[in-house]
């Protein structure tokens, strides 16, 4: 059972600033005045009574990637670590996602002999995210690049192994700096090494799936590579069946990675059922956080800094009506309901980019089933996506972010909101597609009129309410496109990103397929979303900002509840979850030093 740290005796960090290069192992915590052993699921009963709850070096707010991430640089420091989870599930929207890390100039890249520098990921930040603020000031950018390095060499030494995802390209590839395999994912863990803890974990897909399996994957009955990556995962799962492991990838094999180096090695502690209410600040300086939790108010104090790392504002309605003029469709964790934004601007925290989300197409969610992100499936041939009236109005493989933005912006003409994914029967028979593979899935959204299926393109116009005529044009002109291999309306296929997701045996493009040959489907497609990116604007070092620019001492940002360094795009792949480890392993050691 963990005891509480002690509440006088300050612990004594490291006076190193960064990880030695030549490190091979974990640096030693000091401990001073706090006894650590494994952190249980709930915190120690005292604290639970008592209005005055105990004392850490470093309060985190929040349970994802960010929120570990500067646990593990914290404690790496030799500081006390307490994180908050105001659900009953630990591990946030990075437990969900893909668990990529868009990190350039990694030292993965470097050990393959993999061309990149400071100065190419510079260069290409410059030119995909510009001028934003100062969430994107040169000086985060740089910190960002710079940072990279400590953030996979800490990692590795508390003994996570990372692999690259070779094949996946930046989302502009072809601009200068641009690269194709910048992207880290943890190797398939073993979930069983973090006990009962992974039964609250909020992981989504407990399969040892890795991000370069999956664009192969979807053709895994259609093409011969395809198919050899489904035997390869096949035999990677069986693996840890035979060998007594649950063998975990992408987001769930990312935070069962973290969990175990912040929580099992390090000594650090997680509260589950842990709503933060506010702020403490005692002159000009944030020292605690004030805590509901098991129906009582606490507060917990922080001698070095607080950081917010509690995810964005996607299942907060109100907000996003407020900011984004949509409810939203996100697939982020539903625990994201901007309290902690909203807590930081009462206590004069500058806020960026609030009107922006990590957008992209979702298929629509039906009943108690989740909207469905799209992300492959929309480079595939034989398929293309419409408006309301039948009209075509974007490059559907290109980044989803770019995507979604297209979708809020064809509103002005487009105002129902309404938007098709239309295929014909080759799409559904030679690919695997995630959102239609339950067929009581499938039968609910018949029911709501979200799936449409007609046996001639005529009738599905009539049923899915678009007009024919301009449907009919729509499929002529799009059909004469990908027999011709060129996309002279939106250059879909055009791009290395495009075409990764695309069919190689489809020619003379990967991406384009005419659609003609019935039965054809319609899907309900809407503006989804992977969470919010705009919230609190912070420094180089992931200090919260006021709008003047000062510094609010003691307290700091990363993740989604932080306005993004990637500005109002979407560099690479994980360019959601490598700001936010980077940023947040800075923030640990800032705090170890200040």
């Given at each position: 059972?963990?005891?509480?740290?002690?509440?006088t005796?300050?612990?004594?960090?490291?006076?190193?600033?960064?990880?030695?290069?030549?490190?091979?192992?974990?640096?030693a915590?000091?401990?001073?005045?706090?006894?650590?052993?494994?952190?249980?699921?709930?915190?120690?009963?005292?604290?639970?009574?008592?209005?005055?709850?105990?004392?850490?070096?470093?309060?985190?707010v929040?349970?994802?990637?960010?929120?570990f991430?500067?646990?593990?640089?914290?404690?790496?420091?030799?500081?006390?670590?307490?994180?908050?989870?105001?659900?009953?599930?630990?591990?946030?929207?990075?437990a969900?996602?893909?668990?990529?890390?868009?990190?350039?100039?990694?030292a993965?890249?470097?050990?393959?002999?993999?061309?990149?520098?400071?100065?190419?990921?510079?260069?290409?930040?410059?030119?995909?995210?510009g001028?934003?603020?100062?969430?994107?000031?040169?000086?985060?950018?740089?910190a960002?690049?710079?940072?990279?390095?400590?953030?996979?060499?800490?990692?590795?030494?508390?003994?996570?192994?990372?692999?690259?995802?070779?094949?996946y390209?930046?989302?502009?590839?072809?601009?200068?700096?641009?690269?194709?395999?910048?992207?880290?994912?943890?190797?398939?863990?073993?979930?069983?090494?973090?006990?009962d803890w992974?039964?609250s974990?909020?992981?989504?897909?407990?399969?040892?799936?890795?991000?370069?399996?999956?664009?192969?994957?979807?053709?895994?009955?259609?093409?011969?590579d395809?198919?050899?990556?489904?035997?390869r995962?096949?035999?990677?799962?069986?693996?840890?069946?035979?060998?007594?492991k649950?063998?975990?990838?992408?987001?769930?094999?990312?935070?069962?990675?973290l969990?175990?180096?912040?929580?099992?090695?390090?000594?650090?502690?997680?509260?589950?059922?842990?709503?933060?209410?506010?702020?403490?600040?005692?002159?000009?300086?944030v020292?605690?956080?004030?805590?509901?939790?098991?129906?009582?108010?606490?507060?917990?104090?922080?001698?070095?800094?607080?950081?917010?790392?509690?995810?964005?504002?996607?299942?907060?309605?109100?907000?996003?009506?407020?900011?984004?003029?949509?409810?939203?469709?996100?697939?982020?964790?539903?625990?994201?309901?901007?309290?902690?934004?909203?807590?930081?601007?009462?206590?004069?925290?500058?806020?960026?980019?609030?009107?922006?989300?990590?957008?992209?197409?979702?298929?629509?969610?039906?009943?108690?089933?989740?909207?469905?992100?799209?992300?492959?499936?929309?480079?595939?041939?034989?398929m293309?996506?419409?408006?309301?009236?039948?009209?075509r109005?974007?490059?559907?493989?290109?980044?989803?972010?770019?995507?979604?933005?297209?979708?809020?912006?064809?509103?002005?003409?487009?105002?129902s909101?309404?938007y098709?994914?239309?295929?014909?029967?080759?799409?559904?028979r030679?690919?695997?597609?995630?959102?239609?593979?339950?067929?009581?899935?499938n039968?609910?959204?018949?029911?709501?009129?979200?799936?449409?299926?007609?046996?001639?393109?005529?009738?599905?116009?009539?049923?899915?309410g678009?007009?024919?005529?301009?449907?009919?044009?729509?499929?002529?002109?799009?059909?004469g496109?990908?027999?011709?291999?060129?996309?002279?309306?939106?250059?879909?296929?055009?791009s290395?990103?495009?075409?990764?997701?695309?069919?190689?045996?489809v020619?003379?493009?990967?991406?384009?397929?005419?659609?003609?040959?019935?039965?054809?489907?319609?899907?309900?497609?809407?503006?989804g979303?992977?969470?919010?990116?705009?919230?609190?604007?912070?420094d180089?070092?992931?200090?919260?900002?006021?709008?003047?620019?000062?510094?609010?001492?003691?307290?700091?940002?990363?993740?989604?509840?932080?306005?993004?360094?990637?500005?109002?795009?979407?560099?690479?792949?994980?360019?959601?979850?490598?700001?936010?480890?980077?940023?947040?392993?800075?923030?640990?050691?800032?705090?170890?030093?200040?």
């Amino acid at each position: 059972m963990t005891t509480t740290p002690s509440a006088t005796t300050p612990t004594t960090p490291s006076t190193s600033a960064l990880v030695d290069p030549a490190r091979t192992e974990p640096r030693a915590p000091d401990r001073t005045g706090a006894e650590h052993t494994r952190a249980e699921h709930t915190a120690p009963e005292h604290a639970a009574l008592e209005h005055a709850g105990p004392t850490y070096d470093v309060v985190v707010v929040g349970s994802g990637s960010a929120a570990f991430a500067t646990a593990i640089g914290a404690a790496d420091e030799g500081l006390s670590v307490l994180l908050l989870e105001s659900t009953d599930k630990w591990g946030g929207s990075s437990a969900m996602s893909g668990g990529g890390q868009w990190l350039p100039n990694n030292a993965v890249m470097q050990r393959d002999g993999v061309a990149d520098s400071r100065e190419e990921a510079l260069e290409y930040l410059e030119l995909t995210v510009g001028d934003e603020g100062q969430s994107t000031s040169r000086a985060r950018k740089e910190a960002f690049v710079d940072g990279v390095a400590d953030w996979v060499d800490t990692t590795e030494c508390y003994g996570i192994t990372w692999a690259r995802a070779k094949e996946y390209p930046d989302y502009y590839p072809e601009l200068p700096g641009g690269k194709i395999g910048r992207a880290l994912e943890v190797k398939p863990v073993d979930s069983k090494k973090i006990g009962d803890w992974w039964d609250s974990a909020r992981a989504m897909m407990p399969l040892p799936i890795m991000t370069d399996d999956v664009w192969q994957i979807v053709r895994s009955w259609s093409t011969v590579d395809g198919m050899q990556r489904g035997v390869r995962l096949v035999t990677r799962i069986l693996g840890g069946v035979v060998t007594g492991k649950r063998l975990v990838g992408i987001g769930a094999g990312l935070m069962t990675a973290l969990f175990d180096v912040a929580v099992q090695q390090q000594g650090s502690e997680l509260w589950l059922d842990a709503k933060v209410t506010d702020l403490i600040v005692e002159d000009g300086r944030v020292v605690g956080v004030q805590v509901e939790r098991a129906g009582r108010e606490m507060t917990v104090r922080a001698r070095r800094g607080v950081m917010l790392a509690a995810g964005g504002f996607d299942h907060n309605t109100d907000m996003r009506q407020k900011h984004h003029g949509i409810e939203g469709d996100p697939s982020g964790g539903p625990g994201n309901l901007g309290q902690v934004h909203q807590i930081a601007a009462r206590h004069g925290a500058a806020m960026e980019l609030m009107d922006d989300a990590w957008w992209g197409a979702s298929i629509s969610g039906v009943g108690e089933h989740d909207p469905g992100f799209l992300v492959g499936e929309r480079s595939l041939p034989y398929m293309l996506i419409v408006d309301a009236q039948g009209r075509r109005f974007a490059n559907e493989a290109e980044s989803y972010v770019d995507l979604g933005h297209r979708m809020l912006e064809h509103l002005e003409h487009n105002p129902s909101g309404i938007y098709w994914m239309v295929s014909d029967i080759r799409h559904a028979r030679r690919y695997l597609r995630s959102y239609a593979m339950d067929p009581r899935v499938n039968k609910e959204m018949e029911e709501a009129g979200l799936r449409v299926v007609a046996p001639t393109l005529a009738e599905l116009a009539v049923k899915t309410g678009l007009d024919a005529e301009t449907f009919k044009a729509t499929i002529q002109r799009f059909n004469g496109f990908a027999r011709a291999g060129i996309d002279a309306d939106f250059g879909k296929g055009n791009s290395a990103y495009d075409r990764y997701y695309g069919d190689p045996t489809v020619h003379p493009n990967p991406c384009l397929g005419p659609v003609e040959r019935g039965p054809f489907t319609a899907y309900r497609v809407v503006i989804g979303d992977l969470g919010t990116k705009g919230g609190v604007v912070t420094d180089e070092w992931a200090r919260a900002l006021r709008e003047d620019g000062s510094v609010i001492e003691g307290l700091y940002a990363a993740g989604n509840v932080s306005a993004s360094v990637m500005g109002r795009t979407y560099p690479g792949p994980g360019s959601t979850i490598g700001p936010a480890v980077v940023f947040g392993m800075i923030a640990g050691r800032h705090m170890a030093r200040g």
